[in-house]
């Protein structure tokens, strides 16, 4: 199984920008899609954006279009999460996620924290 390891989170204020990497050691992703997902307190996970295998095609929801950007790079099997122009409500626990060859994982997850 795909072992993912978030990193990149932390405290930032309104307006400011964080870059999330999720690496798998030892493992080669270019098989697998990949998302990151993020669940807020008190709020159900949320998908916030997936990119394809090949990074080719690339999906957000609503509230994070035009501020944050998913991107791959596989070759160092690592997939980014630039997120720009935060805001409070992107406040959350940012999560890993790797589906393919009939296998899914997650990571542990990363803490980020908007202040207004």
């Known amino acids: 199984q795909v072992q993912l390891v978030e990193s990149g989170g932390g405290s930032v204020q309104f307006g400011g920008s964080l870059r999330l990497s999720c690496a798998a050691p030892?493992?080669?992703?270019?098989?697998?899609?990949m998302s990151w997902y993020r669940r807020a307190p008190g709020k159900e996970r949320e998908l916030v954006a997936t990119?394809?295998?090949?990074?080719?095609?690339?999906m957000y929801t609503d509230s994070v279009k035009g501020r944050f950007t998913i991107s791959r790079d596989n070759a160092k099997s690592t997939v980014y999460l630039q997120m720009n122009n935060l805001k409070p409500d992107d406040t959350a626990v940012y999560y890993c996620?790797?589906?393919?060859?009939?296998?899914?994982?997650w990571g542990q997850g990363t803490q980020v924290t908007v202040s207004s």
């Open positions: 996620y790797a589906f393919g060859l009939g296998q899914t994982s």
């Open positions: 030892g493992f080669t992703l270019s098989s697998y899609a």
């Open positions: 990119i394809t295998s090949t990074g080719r095609s690339t």
